[in-house]
């Protein structure tokens, strides 16, 4: 076996050694390529044969023509609901949104008893929203963003709301910082049975006067109620903040500049007022239920004028809603103006607004956003859809069109026009919201003999002056 290998090893050497002396064979040349032929289809069981590249592709550029996409941008509202004008929002930031598809608003919306406890951190914090609706207009004082430099037309916008709501988002030495502007007023104002004046043969003294005083306006409410042996002629809501209106029309003045935290209580007109409102409940023409019933706070007199014994109610717009349900057909109720004193007629104001922070870093959409929505057409829709007075000093004029209770809307819109600065002083200061429940209460408490006025006075005007003083400081 051995041996036959070594054979086979031996030939296999020889023949190797034969064929390495055998010229080499002659390579058929291949000739160069001279374009890039058409890629065959490759039979199914072989594979494609590369074909070689001739150059390098150039990279693909853009098309000169094609601009990059506008950046979107988001902004932020803080938003609380009183009833279904969030909604009514929602809607109208969709319409804004779709004819500025760059700008997308999204609102945040909490619960009114949260916003102060809410917005204070994220403003303290640098990190506020772009927008908020608040009712504390001051509480964010030096930190709105100022609009000027970014609307329009600023000196329009600025003509279109009432310059005491500006100044009260401003700090004490700014003059034209313009920061927000009202979402919707609530003004003071009265209500009337005319029922009740029809089946007592009593003309409504509106109808037939532009200027009534509160004296005729009595006098009337007490023929009215005598004859039909209703219980009660009139009423005013237990605040100060609904007494303030009628004590303005009688002369009294608060403050001697639109600046200045030293308030006088004792007035002439204040002196008027407090008394008539005290003999109202010595006459036993009143509900003592509503000033004199305990608890103390706020109390309205709203129960007595939709069960129908009542023949006129001091009260304010935000008893329309209701008063148009519950009401209903029972009988027919209107609002009449403000009731007229020596010095004029006024309401008071109240409301929300939607302001702006400085910490916002799109101040320009921000400020494209509120020229949208304070258009008389958008700022009618708003409120005609949530049955608000807007504070829109064009609107207030012109009138909104109200799916409900139009006639009664429209008579305080008429209001906003007439109310006075010191009105919205009183409202806006940050000393009104102590005088409001000191001058309360201490007028209840001389209704129910606790105190004489004189008296009542006194600890007002000393309350005053300790708010004032702890300000300053």
Not at 110 to 129: C, F, H, M, N, S
Not at 462 to 468: H, P, R, T, V
């Amino acid at each position: 076996m051995n041996r036959k290998l070594f054979v086979l090893v031996s030939l296999f050497a020889i023949l190797m050694m034969i064929a390495a002396c055998a010229p080499a064979p002659t390579a058929t040349p291949v000739p160069a390529p001279t374009k890039a032929p058409e890629p065959a289809k490759p039979a199914a069981t072989t594979a494609p044969t590369a074909v070689p590249a001739t150059k390098a592709p150039e990279p693909t550029k853009p098309a000169a023509t094609t601009a990059p996409a506008t950046q979107a941008v988001e902004l932020r509202i803080v938003w609380y609901n009183d009833g279904n004008e969030g909604e009514v929002m929602r809607a109208l930031l969709d319409k804004f949104q779709a004819a500025n598809p760059n700008i997308k608003v999204k609102m945040d919306t909490v619960a009114y008893a949260d916003l102060g406890k809410i917005l204070q951190p994220q403003v303290e914090a640098g990190t506020p929203p772009d927008l908020a609706r608040v009712t504390n207009l001051a509480q964010f004082q030096g930190f709105y963003l100022d609009l000027r430099p970014h609307l329009s037309n600023a000196a329009t916008w600025e003509a279109n709301w009432s310059p005491a709501f500006l100044g009260a988002l401003r700090k004490a030495d700014d003059k034209t910082g313009l920061y927000g502007y009202p979402t919707q007023f609530t003004v003071s104002g009265p209500f009337v049975n005319r029922t009740l004046f029809t089946q007592a043969g009593v003309p409504v003294p509106s109808d037939t006067k532009e200027k009534v005083t509160w004296q005729e306006w009595v006098d009337a409410a007490k023929k009215v109620a005598t004859a039909t042996k209703t219980p009660y002629a009139v009423a005013i809501d237990r605040s100060a903040h609904r007494f303030w209106g009628p004590t303005l029309g009688m002369c009294a003045t608060y403050v001697t500049g639109l600046t200045e935290t030293k308030f006088t209580i004792d007035t002439p007109g204040f002196r008027n007022a407090a008394n008539m409102l005290v003999g109202w409940h010595k006459d036993k023409i009143t509900p003592l239920e509503v000033w004199a019933g305990g608890g103390g706070g706020y109390a309205a007199g709203n129960d007595f004028f939709v069960n129908g014994q009542l023949v006129f109610y001091f009260s304010g717009n935000w008893q329309v809603g209701q008063f148009d349900k519950l009401i209903g057909n029972k009988f027919n109720w209107d609002v009449v103006p403000n009731p007229y004193g020596d010095c004029g007629s006024t309401g008071m104001p109240g409301g929300a607004a939607l302001v702006t922070f400085k910490a916002s870093k799109n101040p320009k959409e921000v400020a494209k956003l509120v020229e949208y929505l304070t258009s008389d057409d958008v700022l009618a829709e708003f409120s005609a859809k949530s049955l608000f007075l807007p504070g829109s000093l064009s609107l207030s004029k012109k009138g909104v069109t109200y799916a409900s209770s139009n006639k009664q809307m429209n008579v305080f819109l008429k209001e906003v026009g007439k109310l006075t600065p010191e009105s919205y002083y009183l409202q806006f200061n940050a000393l009104g919201q102590t005088l409001n429940p000191e001058m309360r209460d201490r007028l209840s408490q001389v209704i129910t003999g606790e105190l004489t006025l004189d008296e009542a006075i006194k600890r007002i005007q000393q309350k005053m002056d300790e708010a004032a003083a702890a300000i300053k400081k």
